[in-house]
C-alpha cells in the first residue's frame, strides 16, 4: 500500500520560506507518476500547488507567481517543497499526494502549517 | 485561477440519493474527460472517489457515480449512509492556465 507523510516545522515567520518534505513508501517515486503538493487553508476550499515528476520535470500553479519550488529526491524516496514570501494567507494544512494526472489517489494526513510574526 | 462552482449544501435522508453539480467552462470541465471527486472528512485527508469522470478508484462503494455534460459534471450517492456525511470536491484540469482546479465544495448532510 502507498503510504505519504509529510514533515517540516509547523510555526514560519511572515516573509521566511516554508519548507516541507513528503517521505513515500511501498512505491517507488522512480517507477513512475507525478507527485504534488495540495493545501487547503483554515475554513477554505482545496488548492494545487504544484506537482514533479521522478526526472525533475515540474508543473506550478501560476497564481503563487514563482514562489514555489518542488524538488524530487529518489534516492531517498521523497520529495520536498519550499514556498517563499510566506504571509499569513499561507496559513494550511499542506498535503503531499501522488499526482497520477489530474486526479490524486494517494495523500499524506496533512502537516498544518501557521505562518505568524 | 477561477474555482468550479459547486451548492454549498445538500442533504438527504438515509437510503435516499443525493446529486452534486460542478459547472465550469469550456478550458476545464468542458474540455476534458479528466473530472474527478473528492471526499473530505474533517481532520482527515481527502479521498478520492470518481476519477476521468466517472470511473470508481478500488474500494470506493458502487454508491457513487459520476457524469458529465458539457461545462458541467455530477456526483451522484445513492442509498446515502451516516458516513457519507462530508464535504466534496470536484477537480479538473485548467488548459487556459495549465493548472488545476478545485471546486468551491458541497457539505454532504444526512438527516
Known amino acids: 500500500q502507498v503510504q505519504l507523510q509529510e514533515s517540516g516545522l509547523g510555526l514560519v515567520k511572515t516573509s521566511e520560506t516554508l519548507s516541507l518534505t513528503c517521505g513515500v513508501s511501498?512505491?517507488?517515486?522512480?517507477?513512475?507518476?507525478?507527485w504534488g503538493w495540495i493545501r487547503q487553508p483554515p475554513g477554505k476550499g482545496l488548492e494545487w500547488l504544484g506537482s514533479?515528476?521522478?526526472?525533475?520535470?515540474?508543473y506550478y500553479n501560476p497564481s503563487l507567481n514563482s514562489r514555489v519550488t518542488i524538488s524530487v529526491d529518489t534516492s531517498k524516496n521523497r520529495f520536498s517543497l519550499n514556498l517563499t514570501s510566506l504571509s499569513a494567507a499561507d496559513t494550511a494544512v499542506y498535503y503531499c499526494v501522488r499526482d497520477r494526472w489530474a486526479s490524486y489517489d494517494f495523500w499524506g494526513p496533512g502537516r498544518l502549517v501557521t505562518v505568524s510574526s | 485561477q477561477s474555482a468550479l462552482t459547486q451548492p454549498p449544501s445538500a442533504s438527504g435522508s438515509p437510503g435516499q440519493s443525493v446529486t452534486i453539480s460542478c459547472t465550469g467552462t469550456?478550458?476545464?470541465?468542458?474540455?476534458?474527460?479528466?473530472v474527478s471527486w473528492y471526499q473530505k472528512h474533517p481532520g482527515k485527508a481527502p479521498r478520492l472517489m470518481i476519477y476521468?469522470?466517472?470511473k470508481r478508484p478500488s474500494g470506493v462503494p458502487d454508491r457513487f457515480s459520476g457524469s458529465k455534460s458539457g461545462t458541467s459534471a455530477s456526483l451522484a450517492i445513492t442509498g446515502l449512509q451516516a458516513e457519507d456525511e462530508a464535504d466534496y470536491y470536484c477537480q479538473s484540469h485548467d488548459s487556459s492556465l495549465s493548472d488545476y482546479v478545485f471546486g468551491t465544495g458541497t457539505k454532504v448532510t444526512v438527516l
Open positions: 476521468e469522470v466517472n
Open positions: 469550456s478550458s476545464d470541465v468542458g474540455g476534458y474527460n479528466y
Open positions: 514533479i515528476y521522478n526526472s525533475g520535470t515540474t
Open positions: 511501498g512505491y517507488s517515486i522512480s517507477s513512475g507518476f507525478f
